[in-house]
């Protein structure tokens, strides 16, 4: 054991080793059936027999990913086969990335069955790109493989990639930036990474999209183009790239995901359909970003007891949540909790109160009367919205209006994003622009607690066919500080919402899930905007192809909240 892994182990709230005696044979070539070899290390506990993880990763193998991906593992008693992905580092061919994994995947299943220290128990584990590695085999890889740890990942990356219909600019760019970037040392990857920056931030506003790889690698990128011409909906593109049949795992899956992931939905889902076919898999839920290095601690902790319980025939499921507000941890009979909702309306002079719209008797849309939960005043009053209504619409029947302009589209500060700046932030100055709309609670009298998923029903009319809608829940402190809990935003097309006899559309927009309580003495706020730049790429206004779009058109939209048009927030309230 060394003192490396002894500090790293402390420091991350590991289990005791098993044994400190450990040794690895490094570069070892596992030829996949098309004849390319992919370059594998073997880190081995002197302990027989053990089981084995296996690990297939696009990130490399050496330095501080051997030392958390194989020592400490090792060290814990489990075989550890630590790959690196087709076309990554040392292994033969081209990463297309989720084009090879599962035959490649499979291949090295076979190749670890054929190994005399194998005792016939193997697992698999990792976050992101190595967790699809996992789903891409899992059905498939026979009865050797006896559980699964899975941490802020999903099965399919197709819709993540185009989430709400829109394009993931800045995680998409993000990753093809450290894809590019890496393949040296530790320090020579961080040094490529720095000097990126100033070429990342040029090519997030660049547009046509197809130049954009260029502009920051100096290189084109095959997938990268790709993704940008095979962006529709059920193009075989990406039945190529796997589908991995999630209803078919046989294995026990614990799944650790994050409130602020770019992947949570997604895994959700899959959560779901593993219920639905009569699996009990871990659902463990904080408050943890993509690149939290929290993130890494508690899935280790949580994957070595997921593994040594599935050994012992005592995998047993069940949800686990971080409660945001309270800072407290929750135990769940599953997910959701609960089937409830209560619809929040938007109002007259960005009010926002739950009952009805516009402050609607009692036995309004979401049948909820004034004075529901919350204990808001019975008018539902709140501060007038900052910025966004048009002149003289406030207090009235009329519509909020705002004009969304791509070439200065709406910043979306934090929230589910690749890199540091992801999770919660003031959002203040994003609210006090003209093109975003604000709707505001009262201050409430008692916490409000909502675990679950969240959506919007938002009734509104466009200027233009090809539009974006993005929907943000904020908490509002006592001091004013706005900070971004839980948002969505859906790309609009011809035929989608299609709207009624008046020409309002009646849009739907899935929010990220959310497990959090709105402290007594806080205040609940809506923002609405036409985009969330360079989260989501831009929507140009002209329906233009996704990669060559380049002109642009603003976008007129005029937002309703009468009787007729209940535009409302549903939060997931409700007993648990």
Not at 81 to 106: A, I, K, N, Y
Not at 491 to 509: C, I, N, Q, S, T
Not at 554 to 574: I, K, W
Request: with cysteine; glycine share 14%.
């Amino acid at each position: 054991m060394s003192l490396s892994s002894r500090v790293l182990a402390r420091w991350l709230g590991l289990p005791p080793p098993v044994t400190r005696a450990v040794r690895v044979r490094r570069g070892i070539a596992v030829t996949a059936r098309d004849g390319t070899v992919l370059r594998t290390d073997h880190w081995e506990p002197r302990l027989r027999p053990a089981p084995t993880v296996l690990i297939r990763t696009p990130y490399g193998r050496a330095g501080v990913v051997g030392l958390v991906s194989g020592r400490l593992l090792a060290e814990r008693g489990f075989h550890v086969v630590l790959q690196s992905c087709r076309g990554t580092f040392d292994s033969g061919g081209e990463f297309d990335p989720m084009r090879h994994e599962r035959d490649d995947g499979l291949d090295t299943v076979a190749w670890i069955e054929r190994q005399p220290w194998f005792d016939g128990n193997l697992f698999t584990y990792g976050p992101s790109y190595i967790g699809y590695t996992q789903w891409a085999i899992a059905a498939d890889a026979g009865p050797a493989l006896k559980g699964m740890l899975t941490a802020v990942t999903t099965s399919a990356f197709r819709d993540p990639t185009y989430a709400g219909g829109a394009y993931s600019l800045d995680t998409i760019l993000n990753w093809v930036t450290i894809i590019s970037n890496q393949g040296g040392s530790l320090l020579s990857f961080a040094y490529k990474q720095s000097r990126a920056q100033s070429r990342l931030r040029r090519a997030l506003t660049h547009l046509p999209l197809s130049e954009v790889d260029g502009l920051l690698t100096g290189r084109e990128i095959r997938f990268f183009q790709e993704w940008l011409r095979h962006s529709e909906p059920g193009d075989p593109y990406w039945e190529l790239r796997g589908n991995p049949d999630v209803a078919r795992v046989p294995a026990p899956v614990c799944m650790v995901g994050g409130w602020y992931d770019i992947f949570l939905p997604w895994q959700l889902r899959d959560y779901a359909t593993l219920r639905a076919a009569g699996a009990r898999p871990r659902l463990v839920i904080g408050t943890w970003t993509h690149a939290d290095l929290a993130l890494l601690g508690v899935s280790m902790r949580e994957g070595i007891a997921w593994f040594r319980a599935a050994l012992n025939g005592g995998a047993r499921g069940g949800v686990r949540v971080h409660i945001g507000g309270r800072d407290e941890w929750r135990d769940l009979p599953d997910w959701p909790p609960h089937s409830g909702s209560t619809a929040w309306f938007l109002g007259p002079q960005g009010g926002l109160a739950p009952g009805g719209p516009g402050g609607l008797a009692p036995g309004g849309p979401g049948g909820l009367a004034p004075g529901g939960p919350g204990g808001l005043a019975p008018d539902g009053a709140a501060p007038e919205a900052r910025g966004g209504a048009a002149p003289g619409s406030a207090g009235t029947g009329g519509p909020d209006r705002f004009r969304y302009d791509p070439a200065d589209p709406t910043p979306s500060p934090g929230g589910p994003l690749l890199t540091r700046e992801a999770g919660r932030t003031d959002n203040r100055a994003v609210e006090a622009r003209p093109d975003v709309l604000v709707y505001t609670g009262a201050v409430l009298d008692a916490d409000v607690e909502v675990i679950g998923p969240v959506s919007a029903l938002v009734h509104l009319t466009a200027s233009a066919e090809f539009f974006d809608v993005f929907v943000r829940v904020c908490d509002v402190a006592p001091d004013g500080r706005s900070e971004n809990l839980t948002d969505g935003l859906v790309r609009v097309l011809p035929g989608m919402f299609p709207p009624g006899e008046d020409g309002v559309r009646a849009v739907e927009v899935e929010l990220w899930p959310i497990g959090y309580v709105f402290r007594r003495g806080h205040r609940i706020r809506v923002q609405l905007a036409g985009a969330a730049h360079p989260r989501y790429a831009r929507n140009t206004g002209t329906g233009e192809p996704l990669g060559t779009a380049a002109r642009l058109q603003p976008v007129d939209y005029a937002v309703f909240r009468d009787p007729a048009h209940p535009s409302a927030l549903r939060l997931p309230v409700g007993g648990a």
